[in-house]
């Protein structure tokens, strides 16, 4: 049978997952009874949750006798290490551009990764359905894109199509009959290429995706690069340097059909294929019959821009609500983590009992993080840190920049202006992109974004959308300012009560309600002034025999600000942490005693 093997890539939420849906219902994947969840390829319970796609996944059609290996790929910057090594399985690419929105930051990322590797994408302008869809604008916008990041004329003679993922159509000309995708299954097999590999050669495959199969074990995914692939063939597996780490049978070949891997007895080269029996093999390691010494190039990943500390949970409340809370199965999670996600890295922290996790961003760590405190752990977070680097032919110290785009109203579009100012970002570009909205175009450190996110959206009334993107090092800036508020700290151990807190959400705004536990040093709520604010949350009203004509009942309180996971994260500031466990997120100071406090502020120094 032919093979084409193609990958889905776009932007967050521009419709990848649900034209994949469609794409499988119409290539008669699905039987007619056959329930379906919605955005199916989202198997992951965050995904449902978050309504964006974390993991790459494979599923594979047939159309015409030919199988199409399909690859959906994440959306989201933080997630481009995904995006990255799943290219080198695949030998065309479809771009999927909102028909409002166009090409945006992450769009621009995939499409220069693909463009790199010589593929020659499809473009496909979805959701033409909408009110506000703009087809010809974004048609020219997406033929300046691939001119500026040095597309080929081949490249540059891209096929295009009109669709709407939703309603499951695609057609070469707007007004056309909107009838079914069958236009884009045809143009996949006329403009993809079939696999150019060697099927006489000694088999050879590269890892690209890793998972764990409680009945399996390590299931490592990838295309056959040459040969053919039996089950129960002897293998070996070499690093990219070529040393042998293991030596093993593949005891199951698994091949994608729809949803499902079904277990085949062999795989012809250019196929993707699944493979279990190997207990030590890892991304991006060669998989490959015993007489072949060379392992296969592979792709380098870019580097990670942002660190966090990950350290055991030794708060008063530390050990209550988790069933993982020693450092040795946290540094065992971590280092399981890295097998699979070749964009994460961890290393030894100079503190005791506590890791540095390197990635490409806040929703990546934060993804990780909600991950463990799901499966039992308890841990204790510190600020996220930038990693500057030497410039070795200069000798400057550098830092990442970002380059974001943000979509405003009018109104609000001075505030935005002021405050990323505040934060030394350079605006290259501002320019009305209708219905009342401006279009902003920043170069800023990654340093500056830190903590924005839930300012931005508070200065724009929730209306202000921001996407971004790494740009690469520049030289560091100087310090950048960080919160203005000190905070609210507990000076007691116990449940607050309601007496208390009334008396104190005059003094700021605050995290907690009647009833929660806290304890000393942690922090109970924003200061209205700069300073910290020691209070007493857990006091009583006292009992007398005198009669008040004023009861409990009136002491009304206003609604606590709670904050998820990645809001805790970007608050804090250098001297305080996230308490993460499976039923609670909590903020407190690194150093809860708050003599010790005070001696480091005299000594200037937090860690």
């Known amino acids: 049978m032919d093979i084409r093997n193609i990958a889905i890539i776009a932007h967050v939420d521009h419709g990848k997952t649900t034209l994949v849906d469609q794409l499988?219902?119409?290539s008669g994947s699905f039987r007619d009874n056959q329930h379906v969840a919605e955005r199916a390829m989202d198997s992951n319970d965050l995904e449902r949750e978050r309504g964006i796609t974390i993991l790459a996944k494979c599923t594979s059609v047939v159309w015409k006798d030919t199988r199409i290996n399909i690859i959906d790929t994440p959306g989201h910057a933080d997630f481009g290490g995904e995006v990255e090594r799943i290219l080198s399985m695949v030998d065309g690419a479809v771009v999927l551009v909102d028909s409002a929105e166009g090409a945006l930051p992450q769009t621009k990322f995939v499409v220069g990764k693909a463009l790199a590797r010589g593929l020659k994408p499809i473009v496909?302008?979805?959701?033409?359905?909408?009110?506000?869809?703009?087809?010809?604008?974004?048609?020219?916008e997406i033929f300046d894109l691939f001119a500026a990041l040095g597309a080929n004329d081949e490249q540059l003679d891209f096929p295009m199509l009109y669709a709407s993922g939703r309603q499951g159509w695609a057609d070469t000309e707007i007004d056309g009959p909107r009838k079914d995708l069958s236009p884009m299954f045809d143009l996949i097999l006329?403009?993809?290429?079939?696999?150019?590999?060697?099927?006489d050669a000694p088999f050879a495959m590269v890892a690209t995706i890793l998972e764990n199969d409680n009945f399996l074990g390590r299931v490592l995914t990838g295309r056959v690069e040459q040969g053919i692939a039996k089950m129960n063939m002897p293998v070996h597996v070499l690093r990219p340097d070529g040393s042998v780490v293991e030596t093993g049978r593949l005891t199951k070949l698994l091949s994608f059909r729809g949803l499902d891997r079904v277990p085949v007895e062999e795989v012809e080269a250019g196929d993707i294929v699944a493979v279990a029996g190997l207990s030590e093999a890892t991304i991006p390691e060669t998989i490959a019959a015993l007489e072949v010494k060379e392992p296969l190039p592979s792709t380098p990943v870019d580097p990670p821009t942002l660190s966090m500390t990950f350290r055991l949970n030794d708060g008063p409340l530390g050990g209550r609500e988790g069933k993982k809370v020693t450092s040795r199965q946290i540094r065992d999670r971590l280092f399981k983590e890295t097998e699979g996600n070749i964009a994460i890295r961890v290393s030894e922290s100079p503190e005791s009992e506590a890791f540095e996790v390197a990635g490409r961003g806040e929703l990546q760590l934060g993804v990780l993080i909600e991950q463990m405190r799901r499966e039992g752990f308890e841990l204790t977070i510190g600020r996220p840190r930038v990693l500057f680097r030497t410039n070795e032919e200069t000798g400057e110290r550098e830092e990442p920049f970002e380059e974001v785009l943000i979509d405003v109203d009018e109104p609000y579009s001075g505030v935005v202006v002021e405050k990323m100012a505040l934060r030394k970002g350079i605006m290259q570009d501002m320019q009305p992109s209708g219905g009342g909205k401006v279009r902003l175009s920043f170069i800023i450190p990654s340093r500056g974004l830190i903590g924005y996110h839930g300012e931005f959206l508070t200065d724009t009334r929730g209306s202000g959308i921001m996407n971004r993107l790494f740009h690469g090092y520049q030289p560091y800036v100087g310090p950048i300012a960080g919160r203005r508020n000190g905070s609210l700290i507990s000076s007691e151990d116990g449940a607050t009560t309601q007496y208390s807190l009334f008396s104190l959400q005059d003094r700021g705004t605050l995290f907690v309600d009647a009833g929660e536990k806290v304890y000393v040093g942690m922090i109970i709520g924003e200061h209205s002034r700069e300073n910290d604010l020691e209070v007493n949350p857990v006091r009583e009203k006292k009992l007398t025999n005198i009669r008040a004509a004023g009861k409990d009942e009136a002491l009304l309180l206003i609604p606590p600000r709670k904050m998820n996971l990645e809001q805790a994260i970007a608050y804090i500031e250098d001297d305080e942490l996230v308490e993460v466990t499976p039923s609670a997120v909590r903020i407190r100071k690194r150093y809860l005693d708050p003599h010790e406090r005070k001696k480091r502020e005299r000594s200037g120094s937090v860690d």
């Open 124 to 140: 496909v302008v979805n959701k033409i359905d909408r009110g506000d869809a703009r087809p010809d604008e974004v048609h020219n």
């Open 190 to 199: 006329s403009h993809v290429p079939p696999p150019k590999v060697n099927k």
């Open 24 to 26: 499988l219902k119409q």
